[in-house]
């Protein structure tokens, strides 16, 4: 962390993608591959990964720490990191434990990352399959939304996205439902509204210890699918999961009626849920993802869920479950 | 980081060891060994770990990730640290990383510690022969100084620590010198009025962007001296060899006169230096020292040196040397 969250992070659009003028350069490499006259053009030391949740480990993020030192990275340096959730987390974590935190800036190319993953400051990598376990809080200055990347993201990807979108919404009904048939990519203003809206409530909170938390909704149960899949469940359909699993939590504890339950699941049914995750979702039990749920972060001695109570959405603290 | 620095950390002379009540134990061998009636009584889950530079890696790191999860660490649980300066930084910037951070209480047990190490919230592990080149800032909630844990320490360790207050008396005349005959050691005292200035400082510039950068004076040298020797010269007898040497490169580069060199080093030479110590400063040149001085993290592209200038003692700025 730093002195950043006294100066918060800025958010910007851009049309067409700048080259950085200095600093170094963390790129998903399938980026580049999409966008090969950008970085012909860009004369910036540039370390390339692989995405995907396998990368998120101690292992990369020491080979990141060999990248800075090669290219002695100052403190008062910039990295401009170029990917999706797991490169910005994975090269956030990295930049912000490197002589104690560098200059960050972040240019997310997934709608997960541009709506929820790139903004509000955790950083985190995978430890012994467990989500995000070692992490740090330390917001980028400034997150560049690049609307371009969506138009080269396959439709798989972009539902990860509409899922946090869903959660949004879920919660602070007047943010707009994105379009879930996946014909068209969310526009311009509806990324700003969803963007800002996650940067106010961790501005708000920047440690997680009040109203951030509940943006975490669908996300004990997803992180524990996620986990227990071995992360073959994408982290947006098992938030999505996640939501119907906490409804459906909610409604045996009692903490909410029937007619309460029905119309949160009517809004959560739009979600285009792969066939096989409705199958998974079937199969498994709320015993088999216990032990995961209590390792989730939140948790001291007692297991903590977000959860639909009355009509709103709640912390609840669970002694005896 | 986080929230901390809002709250900022708390200091406590404690006469008698007290057990924590509850959370976990991160330990220095040796203090184990030397107060066994303490850890006889303490029921607490104990990771005990052999003191020294060699510790401070991203190995140990994960052994200490690895006792916080077979013990179910949570967020709002105790970490109690119990060590020198090498154990503090080290197990401090795991706390400070698991979950992203969970509580932290030190238990500084050398002279080094108490007066400096411990407070301020700077955590660190070296890398490839870098001290502290990967850190966070992480305050503890509260610093306990238990006098008695001196009694045991050796005159080599206490030295490393009047190294400090001699700096701290460099920059800020009214901080008592320590007895370095090393016959006694420090009363309650001057403890606290060194440990109070130390806390001030930082709580002034948690982020270590303006006037705690001062208390880096004899760093950059010291550290490259540490480094250069493969950590065979500690902590303390580098900073102390490293004020002799800002003091020359400043009357090298007129930055004092004759007369301020004289009376600066007047003071400096109250410092017991080790014989070979003595042999080593004079065996080495500024151009071996360069490399590591340009690692060294409050460098970006120009050598930044905190040096004597004038009657003052500033940050200055070279761009050629």
Redesign the interface.
Known sequence: ???K?LCPEALEIQSSLLYPDSGLIVCDARIKELYPDFFAANQAPTCLIAAGEDAKN?NTV?SL??FF?RN?L????MVHVFGGGTICDLAAYAV??????CRLQLYPSTLLAMVDAAIGG???IN??N?K???????PAERVILHKAFLQTLAPDELRQGMAEMLKAHMLFEELPLPDFTGTEIPDEEDLLAHALYKMSVCQED????GPRMLLNFGHSFGHALESHSAYRIKHGDAVAAGMNMACDFSLQMNFIDRQQYNARKETLKLYPYPAELLDYMQSIGFEELYPYL??D?????NLRLILPVGAEIKLVELNEV
Chains 1, 2 share one sequence.
């Open positions: 962390m730093n002195s969250f101690l020491q720490y060999q030192l002695s100052g403190r008062s340096d912000s434990t490197y002589k104690r935190g955790k950083t985190g430890f012994h467990l995000n376990h070692i992490g740090s809080f330390y920047p440690f997680d210890k209590i390792q972060k939140k948790n001291g001695a």
